[in-house]
């Protein structure tokens, strides 16, 4: 009896229970509903670990924290392809604008002969659409000249020395990597003019050229001996449209290998 006392008592126990929640529904509803608004509000706005642990290591002399929103990242669409920079070819005409550099004893002057190259060098880039400057021999746009290449125009001694003295040669900056520049000049010069290549005069004068320590760093830039105007005097006034032609060729050959 007394065991089955102790059941009913705990039946009706729950019973009571049962009945004091069934009557009081509305508020144990409206305290569930609560909790769980509390729970998703706080689950909602909490920051992320990692930011959590920073906002408290840096709250302990402030009581802001920083506001963080997560923005996703948006690809920048371009609306034109990027184009290169315009080509730009500097010619130096070698000695214009200071001196008139080797003489002839009929007056010839490698300025008159370097510009007349040069000028013809110019015409034909500028027919195909590049630009291109004749520039001084210590021309003030050299030292911030922003262009694809420079090549200094020359020419050698007009005073006969032997029959050797005939044929051309280039030298590159030392400053720049212009080895690129140098060999396409070199093969289509030789190719141009058929003269052949005077090494052994390439002096310290050539390749520590002032220009090249002018010239701002990345501007390939070589300089060219069209020829000597004693022996190859012929090539370099009258046909000087062959010469001009070989240089033509080197430009474009370089101009090809950097695209
Ligand atoms: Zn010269």
Redesign the pocket.
């Known amino acids: 009896m007394q065991s089955d006392f102790r059941d009913n008592s705990w039946e009706n126990e729950s019973f009571d229970w049962l009945r004091l929640l069934g009557r009081n529904l509305p508020i144990v509803i409206f305290l569930l509903v609560a909790f769980v608004g509390m729970g998703l509000t706080y689950w909602f706005f909490s920051p992320p670990e990692a930011t959590a642990e920073m906002i408290a290591n840096s709250s302990s002399s402030s009581l802001s924290a920083p506001f963080y929103k997560p923005i996703p990242a948006k690809p920048v669409l371009q609306r034109l392809a990027q184009s290169p920079g315009p080509i730009r070819i500097g010619l130096i005409a070698?000695?214009k604008g200071s001196d008139s550099?080797?003489v002839c004893a009929d007056g010839l002057t490698?300025a008159e002969v370097n510009l007349n190259i040069a000028e013809k060098v110019a015409g034909a880039l500028l027919a195909q659409g590049i630009h291109a400057d004749i520039l001084d021999e210590f021309d003030p746009r050299l030292s911030n000249y922003g262009g694809t290449a420079v090549i200094s125009i020359?020419?050698d001694s007009c005073t006969y020395v032997n029959d050797l003295a005939t044929g051309y040669k280039v030298a590159p900056s030392s400053r720049t990597d212009s080895i690129q520049l140098q060999s396409c000049m070199e093969a289509a010069y030789a190719q141009a003019t058929q003269l052949p290549y005077h090494a052994n005069t390439i002096t310290p004068h050539m390749t520590d050229y002032h220009a090249f320590r002018s010239l701002p760093d990345g501007v390939p830039a070589i300089i060219v001996e069209t020829g000597f105007m004693n022996l190859d005097r012929t090539l370099l006034t009258t046909n000087a449209d062959v010469p001009a032609a070989g240089i033509l060729n080197g430009i474009q050959c370089f101009l090809d290998s950097t695209q």
């Open positions: 070698g000695h550099g080797a490698e020359h020419a």
